[in-house]
């Protein structure tokens, strides 16, 4: 992966901007992401230091793989986003200098700061974190295959070897409000994801559809709440939080309801779980609809199983989908739409009869596919998975790997 | 991502012992594949070529990112090999060499610098390039073709 270090402070950074200026953040969700420097979470806490400091973030925006023009390119061009990019003055680059390079040439009429520097390439190691193997010659280090640790880098180079200002609480900008949540008070900023609010503070929420880095979709109906004075159940994903609000997350009317909702997803298909690798820990995520399956503690489904067996594509070069694991989140449709810019897979048919498919129903390595691994990382079953191959034997044949 | 170009069959086989080394071939999914040097096509070729040749090649892996160590821990080499070649850039390479110190890690590209891509026009852009390779600084290549220049 390409190592890359944060090269100027935050005091350094403001310097470059001004209070007029409309601000996007942009990252890359790849190798600066193992950096620590890059990623949605690293976005959304400079967008936090901003935004207490008086500045104008407008936009932020997650790229697959911000070191491809055509990607950075296509996030530019949505036809959703037109305004927001007609109006920014400054892109502030979480990506490594190739992907700052990239976004330069795509934003030629404005400011695009960066704030890294890409010292070489190295790996993501268990026990130390990023490490640089392969250094640039102009670092002054020589290669080392065990790896020079963060710290060590940035001693030598003149760097920093975290994100800004880890350590510092920054004020507030935002309204604050107090919700109640299980007869427990939180104080949390005005207009604030229920669902996120309530899992920052210890209390989970079961969902198969939401993820973070994404829009909501409220599509699961998982993580259905209460809330005093609305009518019916409420989808937490997608309701922001008020002051005063009174929220009650979990109970046996609920529970019953998530139940019957898991049920009702394992009668879909033949989920084939004891096949299955994801219910391993996988370095994409785990299987989370087993994890369900677990909590709830879910036998067997009450209700009839449908017995098609859909067709497997694994025509891809670094992917593998399988409909029948499918559970219609679309979180892969929308990393497709939102973090890779490339709208490649969608929903066809209609019903019980409605699939994920890729391009016009093409399979997946005629399609428009750019083999990014967004869909892969967003899946929160084993519907789509990154391949492991093993070869073996004269003809050297090919078999997957379980990650174990 | 890193731009790579294949060693000459030879650079590869030099470093190779027939009667002796019992071979795995680990390679990477990633950047050298969008670059045309690795991948699962390239993969099997070396390992058929190299098998034609007279080579024990045992066993090949295919990781979607050879330099994340998690990835490599998914594979379990087999016990009687005693040589990796490594179809992946130097951090690919680093990795297993680090991770099998017992083993010969043989490399099979050598690494450029660090490229852009642009899918739509299908062509790779050499960036930041090692000092060795300057002079293709913003030079264009075909993507997928394992250093095919684009000349302007």
């Known amino acids: 992966m390409m190592v890359s270090l944060r090269s100027i402070t935050y005091d350094e950074l403001k310097k470059q901007i001004s209070k007029e200026d409309k601000i996007i953040l942009w990252s890359c969700n790849t190798c600066i992401k193992y950096c620590g420097i890059g990623g949605f979470d690293r976005m959304v806490q400079l967008e936090e230091m901003l935004k207490a400091d008086g500045y104008d973030v407008i936009g932020k925006e997650l790229l697959s793989v911000a070191c491809l023009e055509s990607i950075a390119r296509h996030h530019k061009m949505d036809p959703k986003k037109q305004d927001m990019f007609n109006e920014a003055t400054v892109i502030i680059t979480l990506t490594c200098e190739d992907g700052h390079d990239a976004a330069n040439e795509t934003f030629k009429d404005k400011k695009v700061i960066g704030i890294t520097k890409t010292v070489g390439v190295g790996n993501f190691t268990m026990d130390r974190g990023p490490v640089l193997t392969h250094p640039f010659e102009s670092t002054g280090l020589v290669q080392n295959e065990k790896g020079y640790t963060f710290p060590e880098v940035a001693e030598k180079c003149n760097l920093y070897p975290t994100f800004f200002d880890d350590k510092v609480e920054h004020k507030n900008a935002g309204k604050t409000v107090t919700i109640t949540v299980n007869g427990k008070k939180i104080n949390t900023n005005e207009g604030e994801v229920l669902l996120n609010v309530c899992e920052q503070n210890g209390i989970k929420i079961p969902h198969l559809c939401y993820e973070k880095d994404l829009t909501s979709a409220g599509a699961c109906r998982l993580c259905l709440v209460k809330v005093k004075g609305q009518r019916g159940l409420v989808a937490s994903c997608s309701t922001k939080v008020a002051d005063g609000m009174e929220v009650i997350t979990e109970d046996d009317e609920i529970n019953h309801y998530r139940k019957t909702i898991v049920e009702l997803l394992l009668a879909s298909h033949e989920h084939n779980c004891l096949y299955c690798s994801k219910g391993n820990p996988c370095i994409a995520g785990s299987c989370e609809l087993q994890g369900l399956v677990r909590k709830y503690e879910i036998d067997s489904t009450s209700f009839d199983k449908n017995e098609e067996v859909l067709p497997v594509d694994d025509t891809s070069p670094v992917l593998t989908y399988d409909p029948n694991k499918c559970v219609l989140c679309g979180r892969c449709v929308r990393a497709c739409e939102e973090i890779a810019a490339q709208n490649n897979l969608g929903f066809i048919n209609r019903g019980s009869k409605t699939v994920v498919a890729a391009s016009t129903n093409k399979s997946m390595d005629q399609s428009d596919c750019l083999t990014c691994l967004a869909c892969v990382f967003a899946c929160p079953t084993g519907a789509i998975t990154e391949k492991i191959i093993h070869y073996s034997g004269d003809d050297f044949k090919e078999t997957k790997v379980r990650q174990s | ?152």
């Not at chain 2, 999914?29 to 390239?42: L, Q, S, T």
């Not at chain 2, 992946?88 to 083993?103: D, E, F």
């Not at chain 2, 660090?114 to 852009?125: F, V």
Request: aromatic residues 6%.
């Open chain 2, 1 to 152: 991502m890193m731009m790579t170009k294949s060693l000459d069959y030879k650079d590869i086989t030099s470093k190779l012992d027939k009667k002796n080394d019992v071979i795995t071939i680990i390679g990477c999914n990633d950047c050298i594949r969008i670059g045309g040097a690795g991948g699962p096509v390239k993969l099997k070729e070396l390992a058929m070529k190299l098998k034609a040749d007279g080579y024990n090649v045992k066993e090949g892996f295919l990781l979607p990112i050879a330099c994340m160590e998690p990835y490599l821990f998914t594979i379990t080499l087999s016990h009687e090999v005693n040589t990796a070649i490594v179809l992946s850039c130097s951090a690919g390479w680093s990795n297993v060499k680090r991770n099998y110190p017992h083993l010969k890690v043989i490399q099979t590209v050598e690494d450029l610098g660090l490229m852009t891509g642009d899918a739509d026009r299908g062509t790779l852009k050499l960036n930041m390039p090692y000092k060795k390779y300057n002079a293709l600084k913003s030079c264009e290549f075909v993507m997928g073709s394992d250093g095919q220049k684009i000349e302007k």
